[in-house]
């Protein structure tokens, strides 16, 4: 009870000073939870709405959804004679038919697409007793007859439609209009798709191309009857494997692990972000306890001198540690919570709503977030408890109870730091250097952790170099204000190594991802210069197929040599004496060949379009021994087997394509029907020499009517890879942010807490002729001199990763090294920046201190 009452009033005498190290635990807590709940909101919000939209059973074709349907624009169908053979089924109460489509774009009176921007779908769809279980009528009526349609109240909503507008709905068999009759709200969250309903026949007719089928029937359980009763009994009917027979339960599992992937992406990007801010806020813990504990070495001293076991001393530190820990994670799960509900708002200005009405806080978080607080702040304060408790009763006769300024760096801990460093590095060196990718990753990772961890243990070390060459460049223009800057950076170089590192953590991370997203725009931009003959690129952003109306139009254009088409055929490959390969071949015109520059090793890529023929990849020839001339029979898996002679062997080195099957498209036609063709999903085009610009202007006014379509030529192209490259890396920086906002309170902890160290001397400063304009000035300066180390040891080190990567990565096609040096140099600038503003707050306490009670200080 001792120890615990001598924390109690330690802690609440020292809450000042533990207030940056206790937001630190606020916000990476914050953070894990946030994560959490966010995840389990979007969960519990899928989860809802497919249960809510599926029925007892439901049967649809075995085709249905599976990797090897080809996207022929048309879903899968059933026949509508099924609803009678179901109807007869024991424990059936009613059926009804779905039918509904996901290739479809539905455009509004100007020509904008009014579907999601967030990669969920559009979908049209017939109104049946599924969806009044789900959705209900907010205004006007259901749509009779083609020329009308209903719209959900969202879209509706969000792109301002109401009763008596035009919308234009465009599919694979054509396109055309309807007036919006009515609104239907959803009953549950709808996360973010855009519905539309048509009557039962138009939806057959325009977008089935069958009147005589549905996409799927919902089969409704007599009372009394269970699913799975009702699903046994619909299978004895129907046969095992003629149809795809599911649950309610199954569906929505089905649906659920179809996203979950997803949503595992998210979750575990996020918190291996939080992983990185509860490693800065480590240093920025240890930093404070370490502080704390050399303040109080003289009250530390009495208390070992009037008894105080080493033991006891030790577990005071590690109480107000526990303190600390307990009361920060408690606020950061408060906080992780309101940081879902605006991640939630976020993501709803993005386009995907998420209602709060689902917020999702199960059990575990709390528990999650207090635990990985506690424990993380406990072990941070673990080796300052133990220099506390090392402390001699002798301590308690120091004038001021403080360790001597220049303490020295721990000797072991310096040899194990230049020990890791230079392995970390010839493990960065093999990585570059590895010729196979798996086994370089292994050494990449081991090289990051060994010079990051080593880079941390010779902080020291380098903070009294690194400090003094930043002080000859930057602050001897100051005068002795720059010089006592520096020499209070100097004062303790393990406190300005910790505090430099936290910074350097965040920096690497942002200077490695820096190389390689320039690289990696580099790398596409040569390789398009090198390898893409074709001047333009048709595709879709949202990977719709190009419908064959726009595939013909583009056909037709004035100006335009060629047209290529670039279709994806699932197949099975038996090589004689081989087992059977499941993979893919593009079917693409033999223009191809022109357009995009594909290297072989034998043979012509032309010749690979001719009749019967194709191509194979390096890899594949080797491994099957395959080779020109050689007869491989391909069975379609929508069509018939063909026997086709390999004409040539593509370059596994080729970034372009690498690994793909050719065959033409004559050829594919032979042996798949023309309704199981997949559609294009990219086309390319080549003007005719000298009409470039002409032909450019042509194709995008052509394709004005399909908005969802897009135009460009090289240029475009390799803008669009820069600006997707440079939203990616703009979010991960973002995330990154918060490490770097705790490392910064690291900063501000750090010259705080030395402000109240050197109290007496700052009295005493002052007392000789310092002004309070020259001490903040060297307070501030400290303080940049400080996040000018963390940041060139940061730069440093993330240069270093960020090459290694692109090295290995050459791998896979990023062949070109890029190093953004104007990205480089901001954030060296924006570190100063962080300095000044880090310093601002102890720099004015600082200032407004009385200088007699200062130099009264004990």
């Not at 049967?59 to 990797?67: G, T, W």
């Not at 489509?101 to 017939?126: L, R």
């Not at 308690?396 to 360790?403: Q, V």
């Not at 010749?607 to 594949?620: G, I, K, L, Q, T």
Request: glycine share 10%.
């Amino acid at each position: 009870m001792t120890v615990l009452r001598t924390s109690l009033r330690n802690f609440v005498a020292h809450k000042g000073r533990m207030l940056l190290s206790g937001v630190a635990v606020v916000l990476s807590v914050a953070f894990v939870c946030g994560t959490l709940v966010f995840t389990d909101t979007m969960n519990t919000t899928f989860d809802r709405l497919f249960t809510e939209t599926a029925a007892d059973v439901t049967v649809s074709s075995k085709d249905a959804e599976s990797d090897e349907a080809p996207d022929t624009g048309k879903p899968a169908t059933v026949p509508a004679s099924l609803l009678e053979e179901l109807e007869g089924v024991e424990g059936v109460s009613s059926v009804s038919g779905g039918a509904y489509s996901m290739g479809v774009t539905v455009v509004n009176e100007d020509n904008e697409n009014v579907g999601s921007t967030t990669g969920a779908p559009t979908i049209a769809s017939n109104w049946s007793e599924v969806d009044e279980r789900s959705m209900e009528i907010a205004s006007g009526r259901l749509p009779r007859g083609e020329g009308e349609v209903m719209v959900d109240a969202d879209t509706a909503k969000k792109h301002g439609l109401g009763l008596g507008d035009e919308l234009r709905t465009i599919a694979a068999s054509g396109d055309f209009r309807a007036e919006v009759v009515g609104v239907a709200a959803f009953r549950s969250t709808n996360p973010g798709a855009t519905v539309v309903y048509f009557d039962t026949e138009t939806v057959q007719k325009r977008l089935l191309g069958d009147s005589d089928a549905y996409t799927s029937v919902a089969v409704t359980a007599a009372e009394g009857v269970g699913d799975e009763e009702l699903k046994r009994n619909v299978v004895a009917a129907l046969g095992a494997g003629e149809y795809k027979v599911q649950t309610r339960e199954e569906y929505a599992a089905e649906s659920q692990d179809d996203l979950g992937a997803f949503l595992d992406v998210i979750k575990y990007a996020l918190l291996g972000f939080a992983g990185i801010a509860l490693l800065v806020g480590v240093f920025l813990i240890v930093n404070t306890f370490s502080m704390l504990v050399a303040q109080r070495t003289r009250e530390i001293g009495l208390m070992r001198a009037i008894g105080s076991s080493r033991r006891q001393v030790n577990r005071s530190v590690l109480v107000e540690a526990l303190l600390l820990g307990v009361l920060g994670s408690v606020l950061g799960v408060g906080a992780g919570v309101g940081l879902a509900v605006g991640l939630m708002e976020l993501m709803g200005l993005a386009g995907m709503n998420l209602s709060t009405d689902d917020l999702t806080v199960a059990w575990t978080t709390p528990v999650v977030g207090v635990v990985l607080g506690v424990v993380v702040t406990v072990l941070a304060a673990y080796l300052p408890a133990r220099r506390a408790g090392r402390i001699s009763p002798m301590a308690a006769l120091r004038d001021d109870g403080l360790p001597a300024a220049g303490s020295r760096v721990g000797r072991v801990r310096s040899g194990v730091g230049l020990v890791l460093t230079p392995a970390g590095a010839g493990a960065l060196v093999v990585a570059a250097g590895s010729d196979e990718a798996s086994g370089g990753s292994l050494f990449l990772a081991l090289g990051v952790l060994l010079t990051l961890v080593g880079f941390v243990l010779i902080g020291p070390l380098l903070a009294g170099f690194v400090v003094r060459v930043l002080g000859a460049v930057l602050l001897r223009v100051f005068g002795p204000v720059g010089r006592m800057a520096e020499r209070n950076a100097l004062r303790n170089p393990r406190r300005t190594g910790a505090t430099g590192a936290a910074l350097m953590i965040g920096l690497a991370l942002v200077a490695s991802l820096s190389v390689v997203g320039a690289s990696l725009v580099a790398s596409a931009s040569d390789e398009l210069d090198r390898s893409v003959g074709a001047d333009f690129i048709v595709q879709s952003d949202a990977y719709q197929p190009i419908v064959p109306e726009v595939a013909e139009r583009l056909r037709s254009v004035e100006g335009i040599e060629h047209v290529t088409e670039y279709r994806v055929l699932d197949v099975v490959l038996r090589v004689p004496g081989g087992e059977p390969v499941k993979d893919a071949v593009t079917a693409a015109s033999p223009t191809y060949a022109q357009d995009l520059r594909v290297e072989t090793v034998s043979g012509e890529l032309a010749d690979a379009y001719e009749r019967d023929a194709m191509s194979v990849p390096e890899d594949f020839a080797e491994k099957h021994g395959v080779g020109v001339g050689d007869r491989v029979e391909v069975d379609f898996e929508r069509g018939g087997t063909a026997t086709l002679t390999v004409r040539a062997v593509t370059a596994a080195d080729t970034s372009v394509d690498q690994g793909v099957m050719y065959v033409s498209t004559a050829t594919a036609e032979r042996y798949v029907a023309e309704d199981r063709m997949p559609l294009n999903m990219i086309m390319f085009a080549k003007a005719e020499d000298g009409r470039e610009d002409a032909a450019y202007a042509a194709l995008k006014s052509e394709l004005e009517s399909f908005p969802q379509y897009t135009v460009r030529n090289q240029a475009d192209y390799k803008e669009l890879l820069e600006d997707q490259v440079g939203q990616l890396l703009n979010m991960v920086y973002g995330l990154l942010a918060l490490a770097i906002l705790v490392a910064v309170l690291g900063v501000v902890n750090t010259l705080a807490l030395s402000v109240v160290e050197r109290t007496r001397e700052i009295g005493l400063m002052r007392a000789i002729g310092l002004s309070r304009r020259q001490l903040r000035r060297m307070i501030r300066l400290e303080s940049v001199v400080i996040a000018l180390f963390g940041a060139l040891l940061g730069l440093g080190l993330g240069l270093g990763w960020g090459v290694a990567a692109q090295r290995l990565l050459a791998l896979e096609g990023l062949k070109v090294l890029e190093v953004p040096w104007p990205t480089i140099a901001t954030v060296f600038v924006g570190a100063a920046v962080v300095g000044l503003v880090a310093a601002l707050v102890p720099a004015f306490r600082a200032g407004r201190m009385n200088v007699l009670s200062a130099i009264a200080t004990e």
